[in-house]
């Protein structure tokens, strides 16, 4: 973040503080806005020498990856994923680019990561391009949709499918051809520069027609040339090490720009959670229409706010928000709006439009449970304890919830255990019964990870009452509870098993918080 952002954001984060009613949100603006600073970008379609057939060169050679990186790096981009066509390339051809991303990340210092653009390319007729990431080995599917997900997926990775409404021009078609798929993470909602309508609507579509579909957006360059690179990114937030990309692509952490950042939270949860509820919700935004380095100056217009529920317009021919925000025009800013949630209300997203670009988040999911009380978690990520969000025990009746979250922030284990914060809130009280940390593997296989400590910030050591499902639980008080100050519990998971990186954390909480601070 440039220092000039730093000034503004403290004196309108102060402004702003002051005139919000209090209680109407849990972020307050000076932490949204030094939320925007973590929030860091990368371009996952970049190609090299290594398609150099592909058309799109116009018969000449292709920039080479160090080009490419160099590129991304000059345009302030974290990260980039390399992802030429397989149909131009031998396997071998496939690990010699991965050596050149290696020369590439050393020399440019911003990670250079190897993937795959899969599927057919000129002259021969195509399925559609699938992007594929993170795969231990080279790919050659057949040329079909379903096949080239699978092949994937068998290489111990995941993908998203490329630009699913571009490129169908004469009898070069590379349109996607098969929308009865399953098993791919999402896809390209911006492309090379440009966000497709078309692509917006079917993703809008496979939301609302499957309620249990997990399918996000990403924004990518598919960049030819080293002008190109970071004309289309995705960011995300925190750590840019490979694997914690990857686990925001796969957990849809992320949003999609050409150039401007929006973000926002709900509840004290970021993009890619799930915030359980039964009452209306306060989002809390924040911008910055120039968060690239030399990017060209602009200011907010416009920022919408989309669910499941918006409904399709035939005039405009997409859906519409069922919120419009007209912000005084800034640069970098932070405002607040409510939503209602009904029980068929799925998840929260945001558009900002922008005087340079636009930026389109991924959802927030909505669980429709209780609105009831609940302890935070935080999980820490190597420097700090970062908000994970409210875990719902709600219960009226006192009998115990077992509520599972998945954990969006990737923990980073300390003397080989991982570590994990459970604080009150503050007008409610938990009575908890059992606390558990498991990972989700590559192949599908669950890894426990055993509970070997738990401390109470008032009365010790906890470990004993937390191990099993029983009639024994530990009671934690919140701050109206207990004085002015909220309970916590400090838990720590031995870091045990496989040297294979999980692709999900899973955090479970048995327990039961009878108050209903929302009623
Ligand atoms: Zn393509
Ligand atoms: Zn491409």
Redesign the pocket.
């Known amino acids: 973040m440039k220092p000039i952002h730093v000034m503004t954001a403290i004196l309108i984060g102060a402004l702003a503080f002051l005139v919000l009613p209090s209680g109407t949100s849990f972020v307050s603006a000076a932490s949204a806005f030094t939320e925007l600073q973590y929030w860091h970008a990368g371009d996952q379609?970049v190609h090299s020498e290594y398609s150099s057939w592909d058309a799109s060169y116009g018969g000449g050679e292709g920039p080479t990856v160090e080009q490419q990186a160099q590129a991304a790096e000059d345009k302030g981009l974290s990260w980039i994923i390399m992802t030429d066509?397989n149909a131009m390339m031998t396997a071998q051809d496939w690990s010699d680019e991965g050596v050149d991303c290696q020369a590439a990340e050393a020399s440019t210092g911003i990670k250079v990561m190897l993937g795959l653009?899969v599927?057919n390319?000129y002259p021969y007729f195509s399925f559609g391009?699938y992007l594929a990431y993170d795969i231990d080995y080279y790919v050659n599917p057949p040329n079909d949709c379903q096949s080239m997900i699978n092949a994937v997926n068998q290489a111990g990775g995941f993908g998203f499918i490329?630009?699913p409404f571009?490129?169908n021009y004469l009898w070069l078609d590379?349109y996607w051809h098969d929308w009865d798929v399953t098993g791919y993470k999402g896809m390209e909602i911006m492309h090379a520069g440009t966000v497709s309508i078309a692509a917006i609507n079917k993703w809008h579509d496979i939301l609302k027609n499957n309620p249990s579909a997990r399918v996000f957006g990403i924004g990518n360059s598919?960049a030819h040339l080293p002008g190109q690179v970071g004309n289309t990114v995705t960011y995300k937030y925190g750590s840019v090490s490979a694997y914690d990309v990857y686990f925001a692509l796969r957990n849809g952490e992320s949003i999609m720009s050409n150039g401007p950042l929006i973000t926002f939270k709900m509840g004290g949860t970021r993009i890619g959670g799930t915030v359980s509820t039964t009452s209306a919700q306060t989002l809390d935004i924040a911008w910055d229409a120039q968060h690239l380095e030399g990017q060209q100056s602009g200011v907010i217009q416009k920022i919408e706010v989309y669910t499941n529920e918006s409904s399709y317009s035939y005039w405009y021919g997409r859906y519409l928000p069922v919120k419009t925000i007209i912000p005084s025009q800034t640069e970098t800013g932070y405002t607040t709006t409510t939503i209602s949630v009904t029980a068929q209300t799925r998840y929260v997203r945001l558009k900002g439009i922008f005087s340079n670009g636009e930026s389109y988040t991924n959802p927030i999911w909505i669980n429709y449970g209780s609105g009831g009380g609940c302890p935070y978690l935080q999980v820490w990520d190597g420097s700090d304890y970062v908000d994970e969000g409210l875990l719902d025990i709600h219960n009226a009746e006192g009998v115990d919830v077992t509520y599972e979250h998945t954990v969006m922030t990737v923990p980073e284990p300390v003397n080989g255990a991982y570590q994990f914060r459970l604080i009150e809130h503050p007008k409610t009280i938990s009575d908890i019964d059992q606390v558990q940390l498991r990972a989700i593997l590559e192949d599908g296989t669950v890894q426990e990870f055993p509970l070997i400590s738990a401390r109470h910030s008032e009365d010790g050591n906890v470990l004993d009452l937390l191990l099993k499902s029983d009639d024994r639980r530990i009671v934690e008080q919140g701050a109206d509870h207990n004085g002015g100050v909220s309970q916590s519990i400090d838990l720590r998971f031995a870091a045990l098993g496989p040297h294979r990186e999980p692709v999900a954390f899973i955090f479970t909480i048995e327990g039961c918080n009878m108050i209903c601070k929302t009623c």
Do not use: Q, T
């Open positions: 379609h066509h653009e599927g390319c391009h490329a630009h571009a490129f590379f598919d």
